[in-house]
Nanobody, 119 residues
Framework: QVQLVESGGGLVQAGGSLRLSCAAS????????IDWYRQAPGKRREWVAT???????NYVDFVKGRFTTSRDNAQNTMYLQMNSLKPEDTAVYYC?????????????WGQGTQVTVSS
């Protein structure tokens, strides 16, 4: 079994920064594409960013230039650096990873971490 554990959320003032981590553990041969999502209260979960195993990144327009995703393949850990945070960035943030366990390629979700940005 594979687990994704997120950390790094919290309360920050507008304009501040947070760095989210997503650590994968368990039966892992490789981690392929990783996506970050967020879900604000009363809203649907929305995609935020993607990073491939090769390190290619893609971002939703409203975070471009503010958020950066990265990964440490040796440590099976992924990061989302969030700068210039705005109150509308308040949400629970989730990582989602395609993990190969040697037999299957499956998607796994982290438990989510709360990010609250005060004005």
């Amino acid at each position: 079994q594979v687990q994704l554990v997120e950390s790094g959320g919290g309360l920050v003032q507008a304009g501040g920064s947070l760095r989210l981590s997503c650590a994968a553990s368990g039966r892992i041969v490789s981690i392929e594409t990783i996506d970050w999502y967020r879900q604000a209260p009363g809203k649907r979960r929305e995609w935020v960013a993607t990073i491939t195993r090769a390190g290619t990144t893609n971002y939703v327009d409203f975070v471009k230039g503010r958020f950066t995703t990265s990964r440490d393949n040796a440590q099976n850990t992924m990061y989302l650096q969030m700068n210039s945070l705005k109150p509308e960035d308040t949400a629970v943030y989730y990582c989602n990873a395609d993990v190969h366990d040697g037999t299957y390629l499956k998607k796994y979700w982290g438990q989510g971490t709360q990010v609250t940005v005060s004005s």
